[in-house]
């Protein structure tokens, strides 16, 4: 059985320097959350990471993502709030960014350093199509060189 602690996380996280997203490695739900099985009981890693670093969730409240991460764990990103305040947040999301030719290019380094489409497109907000897109302009550009 897995208990995490402060110290038995980082095994289980990706730390992404540009975001200050602690990308969870471990089980995902198939809405993009971090879990874990504890007690017989599926729990919410970023709900277990709020409670080690900041302490209690108050009543009545959730723990949301300042980063929109889903699978973001880093304390520092995550915070209370009710679920009227977890509605409001999701549609202050911009739908698709466009990318400059520097995030681009970072893409395609992240890309090159084994991270997938689905991480990319989470970090990024955008959807694995479009990260498939850029690598594929990419390869086109990089073949005609």
Not at 84 to 96: C, F, G, V, W
Not at 134 to 139: A, E, F, L, S, V
Request: aromatic share 12%.
């Amino acid at each position: 059985m897995l208990t995490l602690t402060q110290s038995s996380i980082d095994e289980f996280v990706e730390r992404i320097p540009f975001s200050g997203c602690w990308i969870w490695l471990g089980g995902i739900t198939k809405d993009g959350y971090g879990r874990v099985s504890y007690a017989a009981t599926e729990r919410f890693v970023h709900r277990i990471s709020y409670i080690l670093f900041k302490g209690g969730i108050p009543e009545k409240l959730c723990v949301l993502h300042k980063c929109n991460i889903r699978s973001c764990i880093n304390p520092e990103h995550l915070y209370a709030g009710t679920k009227a305040d977890n509605s409001a947040d999701r549609y202050n999301i911009t739908a698709t960014p466009e990318f400059d030719a520097s995030t681009r290019l970072r893409i395609i380094e992240l890309k090159a350093q084994g991270y997938s489409d689905s991480i990319l497109a989470e970090l990024y907000q955008c959807s694995r199509s479009r990260i498939w897109r850029i690598m594929r302009n990419y390869r086109k550009f990089r073949s005609e060189v």
